[in-house]
């Protein structure tokens, strides 16, 4: 079983940076693509920036030139750099990962428990 565990939420002034890490453990998988969701209060998830194995990422464009997500393959870790900061980017960040293991014919999916991102005006 893969488990995912963010860090790197907290409170923060408007215009300011924050960097959100997520590492993956477990045993005999292989993850695909990595991936950063926020759930504004009484809303559904959703997708922040995305990145695959191979480096390709996609943001959404409200976020788009202000984060940037990367990760490190051979630690199994993905973040999220948070430049910029606005008062409506105040949600839970959830870390996502797809994943690959040798149990299993088809990907599967695990989420992280969420940090509170809080941007103060």
């Known amino acids: 079983q893969v488990q995912v565990v963010e860090s790197g939420g907290g409170l923060v002034q408007a215009g300011g940076s924050l960097r959100l890490s997520c590492v993956a453990s477990g045993s005999s998988f292989r993850l695909s693509v990595m991936g950063w969701y926020r759930q504004f209060t009484g809303n559904q998830r959703e997708l922040v920036a995305a990145?695959?194995?191979?480096?390709?990422?996609n943001y959404a464009d409200s976020v788009n030139g202000r984060f940037t997500i990367s990760r490190d393959n051979a630690k199994n870790t993905v973040d999220l750099q948070m430049n910029s900061l606005k008062p409506e980017d105040t949600a839970v960040y959830y870390c996502?990962?797809?994943?690959?293991?040798?149990?299993?014919?088809?990907?599967?999916?695990?989420w992280g428990q969420g940090t509170l991102v809080t941007v103060s005006s």
């Open positions: 990145i695959s194995s191979g480096g390709s990422t």
């Open positions: 996502h990962a797809d994943y690959l293991t040798p149990l299993v014919d088809r990907p599967l999916e695990v």
